[in-house]
């Protein structure tokens, strides 16, 4: 399966880039090192890939979701989630550029990847203590989940007296369901703009989660807040946000801060 998802990823990745006015976008997001504290709720790790060419997008990430390697640091922790090699893959496509609606399908499986030695690597590289022995303790089984969703886009001021950018996302899969609406707002200065907003995020089910062998509550109502600074270059963008919310566990209610970054070349 493992072949299977990188396979469609590279054709779906290579059938865009033949296309013109490609943006080609290389991302991460870390709740460790994120501005508020070392660590939080649990620890997230994601990087990947996503290219589009206006019409069409493909994405690719490489994910970790492991317990609080803060909280429970030592060798006699007791995990609040189960731990978890992710590779998503995305793909989709717009429907109306005037009303900013499109459409994408999933599809994510987990395993054993990898990406767990890179952040062992990491660890060592900032000499933290390597965690992978303790993380397979309670490593969850080998799944893979598929779904499709759509996000639509409005300005509020058409519906509510405020001027703000709304957008309103909703995924059915195998792994999960919700529905997300966010509101925001862009301020432009010379060299940057700087964006802000909030929103909420409500969850039928996640099967990652509440993944085996730990089976974490998950948190239905999600409310967030989100601020960001965009610079643009001459064919490029680089790209800083910020994400504060409430945890997908349920029974952790500690603030959950994940740190966005990424750079985007335009060709």
């Excluded at 609080?68 to 989709?92: C, H, P, Q, V």
């Excluded at 799944?143 to 309103?168: F, M, R």
């Amino acid at each position: 399966m493992k072949a299977v998802i990188l396979t469609l990823g590279m054709y779906a990745v290579s059938t865009i880039a033949e296309a013109e006015n490609l943006e080609v976008t290389a991302y991460f997001k870390n709740d460790s090192v994120n501005g508020f504290q070392l660590s939080d709720a649990y620890e997230t790790h994601n990087m990947g890939l996503h290219i589009s060419d206006g019409e069409y997008y493909a994405m690719l990430d490489l994910g970790i979701v492991s317990p609080d390697m803060y909280k429970y640091r030592n060798r006699f922790r007791e995990a609040n989630r189960s731990f978890g090699e992710l590779i998503t893959l995305e793909f989709g496509q717009t429907v109306s550029q005037t009303n900013e609606l499109f459409i994408y399908g999933r599809i994510r499986a987990s395993g054993e990847f990898g990406i767990d030695e890179m952040q062992d690597f990491a660890h060592k590289v900032l000499s933290l203590q390597p965690v992978n022995e303790v993380n397979d303790l309670v490593r969850m089984p080998d799944n893979v989940w598929y779904g499709i969703g759509g996000v639509y886009g409005l300005q509020s001021k058409d519906y509510l007296p405020l001027n703000a950018d709304v957008t309103v996302e909703a995924f059915l899969g195998t792994d999960t369901a919700y529905t997300k609406i966010d509101a925001s707002r862009t301020v432009k200065y010379n060299v940057f703009d700087f964006n802000y907003g909030a929103g909420v995020n409500l969850v039928g089910y996640d099967q990652v989660v509440s993944a085996d062998p730990l089976n974490a509550e998950v948190r239905k109502i999600i409310p967030y807040a989100h601020l960001g600074l965009e610079f643009q270059g001459s064919g490029y963008k680089i790209y800083v946000s910020e994400v504060v919310s409430l945890p997908t566990i349920k029974a952790d209610n500690d603030i959950y801060a994940v740190l966005n970054a990424g750079v985007t070349l335009e060709f």
